[in-house]
Nanobody, 124 residues
Framework: QVQLVESGGGLVQAGGSLRLSCAAS????????MGWFRQAPGKEREFVAG????????NYADSVKGRFTISRDNAKITVSLQMNGLTPEDGAIYYC?????????????????WGQGTQVTVSS
């Protein structure tokens, strides 16, 4: 069993930055591939970023490429999402997720474990 807890959300002005963190616990978490997804009101959940194990390479949605950076610290069992240049369109609930194996990062149905989400609001 894996437990994921997100933190770091909040209210920020457009152009600002936030850093989201996902604290993971449970057996062999370091072996999981991790992802961040988001869901805005009235919209479907969408992929934001993913990172492999051991986690040197990130994979990003086109909408956030160049602005967001995903990283992981296997010693601390955390996954972070640094978000720069935020726009109102980035406002959503952000979820951390974990999976074993699979191909790529953007298919949410491949993720077995999910956090409760953290709210990000970007004012214009």
């Amino acid at each position: 069993q894996v437990q994921l807890v997100e933190s770091g959300g909040g209210l920020v002005q457009a152009g600002g930055s936030l850093r989201l963190s996902c604290a993971a616990s449970g057996r062999t978490v370091s072996s999981y591939r991790m992802g961040w997804f988001r869901q805005a009101p009235g919209k479907e959940r969408e992929f934001v970023a993913g990172i492999s194990n051991p986690g040197s390479i990130g994979n990003y949605a086109d909408s956030v490429k160049g602005r967001f950076t995903i990283s992981r610290d296997n010693a601390k069992i955390t996954v972070s999402l640094q978000m720069n240049g935020l726009t109102p369109e980035d406002g959503a609930i952000y979820y951390c997720a974990a999976k074993i194996g699979g191909r790529g990062f953007d298919r949410d149905y491949e993720y077995a474990y999910w956090g409760q989400g953290t709210q990000v609001t970007v004012s214009s």
